[in-house]
């Protein structure tokens, strides 16, 4: 029998090389493959060390007040959760700048709060500066619309008409203090005053209680009040006396009548003069809650501080950074 040897070609894909070898009668071709292309990835662009990162923006919340048919708000600070950041930030004045220009300009709506609740518009026609405050802050000013069952209002809180419209919308109502809230008032600062170690006032409680108001806040039945009391000095930017003190508290209704929510005393001679006097207050988070701003008056300068309640306690969650230097709240 004639042995028939078939030669067969195989292409085997190997590291390198290229050979015949002879195996059994069968020829096996070992053949390299083609040179394979290599993609190195592009390096990422370096980055610019002198570049500004971005940063979380929140809304601008303003204060103000009017005089007659106008009103001028000054910027309180960016709105965080129920906190505020200082506007502009120290860290990002460019681009701050930049958003003032576009929020703040000539023909900027603003609506109005008092109570927590809207009660008109503004709408920009002039923009300033406020400078009594810890840093210079843009101000708004421009005739002031008021709904005819808020003709009394005076002071107010803004939002922008955009950010505004995600609150809900309730009616006004003006909040009128009653006996029992004064009574109250005294009855929790006689008790403050002797568990901070401060001297009596010298012409009693009532004499030192320089500003007292009833309000309503979101999320709370009945109606609470806030009283200063100041010791050799006055609720304004003025020099205090020697051995000055300013105690703000705040009460809410109880079963038992009303109950200390928050107080704060400020001693001038350890954390120098600093007068908190409740300004209003809004739901300015929207988390069904109000939070409470606080119009403070220093020696020179006056600034803003806020309130909240959080884990069930209320606390001051801001405070600008002329007086934040004092830790005696409670």
């Known amino acids: 029998m004639r042995r028939h040897l078939l030669a067969i070609a195989v292409i085997l894909t190997v590291a390198t090389g290229c050979d015949n070898v002879a195996w059994g009668g069968v020829e096996v ?17 370096e980055p610019d060390e002198n570049a500004v990162p971005e940063r979380e923006v929140g809304p601008l919340l303003l204060a103000g007040a009017r005089d007659g048919s106008r009103a001028t708000l000054a910027v309180v600070g960016e709105i965080h959760g129920d906190s ?10 460019q681009q701050d700048s930049v958003r003032a220009a576009n929020l703040l300009g000539l023909g900027s709506e603003w609506v109005l709060f008092a109570e927590g609740v ?37 002071r107010f809180l803004a939002l922008s008409a955009d950010e505004a419209a995600r609150l809900a919308y309730r009616e006004y109502e003006e909040i009128q203090r009653d006996y029992d809230q004064g009574v109250a008032s005294l009855d929790i600062v006689g008790q403050l005053i002797p568990s901070v170690g401060a001297p009596w006032p010298d012409q009693g409680t009532l004499a030192a209680r320089q500003d007292i108001q009833a309000f309503q806040l979101d999320g709370v039945t009945g109606q609470g009040v806030a009283a200063t009391f100041i010791y050799r000095d006055q609720l304004a930017v003025a020099p205090p006396g020697p051995g000055a003190y300013a105690v703000f508290l705040m009460a809410l209704p109880s079963a038992a009548g009303y109950q200390e929510a928050f107080s704060w005393y400020r001693a001038v001679d350890i954390d120098g003069k600093g007068a908190p006097r409740f300004l209003d207050h809004l739901d300015w988070d929207g988390d069904g809650e109000s939070e409470i701003l606080l119009d403070v008056f220093g ?22 950074a002329c007086g934040s230097g004092s830790t005696s709240g409670q």
């Open 299 to 320: 020696a020179d300068r006056r600034w803003y501080a806020g309130l909240a309640r959080q884990q069930g306690e209320w606390v001051r969650t801001f405070q600008d």
């Open 118 to 154: 809207r009660v008109g518009r503004l709408t920009t026609d002039e923009v300033g500066t406020v400078t009594e405050t810890c840093s210079p802050r843009v101000s708004v000013s421009g005739m002031v619309e008021l709904l005819p069952t808020a003709a009394t209002a005076e």
């Open 29 to 45: 071709a070992l053949i390299a493959p083609p040179t394979a292309e290599v993609v190195v990835p592009e390096r990422p662009d």
């Open 84 to 93: 505020l950041a200082p506007f502009p930030h120290p860290g990002y004045p």
